[in-house]
Structures are given as structure tokens and as C-alpha cells.
């Protein structure tokens, strides 16, 4: 199976960048024309060693995890991947309703959740919202309080 697959490599210019973390390389297939079509370049991983090396080199915003990924929890591997990352907004996705990991998933700090078979209005809705979220970020510069 594909480790890594891009739609482009270049994390140089000002296009929104979307990582793909799932074991089914048919749903990037399925939703990279979808984000394209919505001005991002989206790339795909299939493992946590593969999307580490495209979080340093890709520098996506957002990352779509999978649940369950193989042998790992996607807590787990959400966890792992925002270490030191914290500007990038997460969103899990399962293939089944499961309250208790959205709530585990949403109280470590993932943006949000997604149930498979995802939705494209929905996936659309999240995407923009999460990219509406990171540039007015950019903009916004932290207080600094001085007493």
C-alpha cells in the first residue's frame, strides 16, 4: 500500500493544505477533486511515520484522522501527531457512531468529528470553518498582559 500521496509537495505558497490520515486510500481518491475544487492541496498517508514526515514538510492546517488506523486508536495517533503542533486543526472521522471517542477526541483538542461514510456538505462545512479558524489566527496577535 501507498505510504505517502500528494496531490502536490510544495508547502511554499498560500494554498490551504489538508493531510489525509486513513488506512483507505479510496476516500482521498474519492474527496481530493472536492478539495481542489475548493482552492487546497491535499495529501494522503496511511500510517503515523508517513504523515509525521508530511506535518514537518507539507505543513498542512488541517489533518483528517481516521479512528481506527491500523493497529493505533486515532486518539492516540491525534495525540502523537499534535505534539508540538497545536496550530493545526484536527478533525477525526470513524466508521461508526461512538460518542465516547468524540468526546475523548474533542476534550484533547480535535476540532471535530465526522462519521463514515462522511458527508461532503459536512466535510465541506468542517474544512471551512477550520480554515476560517486558522487565518483569523494569523491575523489575531496573542495579549500580552503586564501588570
Not at 511554499?12 to 489538508?18: A, L
Not at 507539507?58 to 491500523?70: A, K, N, S, T, Y
Request: hydrophobic share 45%; glycine share 4%.
Amino acid at each position: 500500500m501507498n505510504s505517502s500521496k500528494s496531490g502536490s509537495s510544495d508547502a511554499e505558497d498560500n494554498e490551504r493544505r489538508v493531510l489525509i490520515l486513513d488506512y483507505d486510500e479510496n476516500f482521498f481518491n474519492d474527496f481530493q477533486n472536492l478539495f481542489g475544487l475548493e482552492g487546497c492541496k491535499v495529501v494522503f498517508a496511511d500510517n503515523e511515520e508517513s504523515a509525521v514526515k508530511l506535518l514537518d514538510t507539507f505543513l498542512p492546517e488541517v489533518v483528517l484522522v481516521d479512528v481506527r488506523i491500523w493497529y493505533v486508536s486515532g486518539v492516540d495517533l491525534f495525540r502523537n501527531l499534535r505534539r508540538g503542533r497545536e496550530n493545526i486543526f484536527c478533525v477525526l472521522m470513524a466508521d461508526f457512531a461512538s460518542i465516547d471517542v468524540a468526546l475523548e477526541a474533542i476534550l484533547e483538542g480535535a476540532y471535530d468529528y465526522l462519521r463514515k461514510p462522511v458527508v461532503r456538505r459536512d466535510l465541506l462545512h468542517v474544512l471551512r470553518e477550520c480554515f476560517r479558524h486558522a487565518a483569523s489566527e494569523k491575523v489575531i496577535s496573542p495579549i500580552s498582559w503586564e501588570w
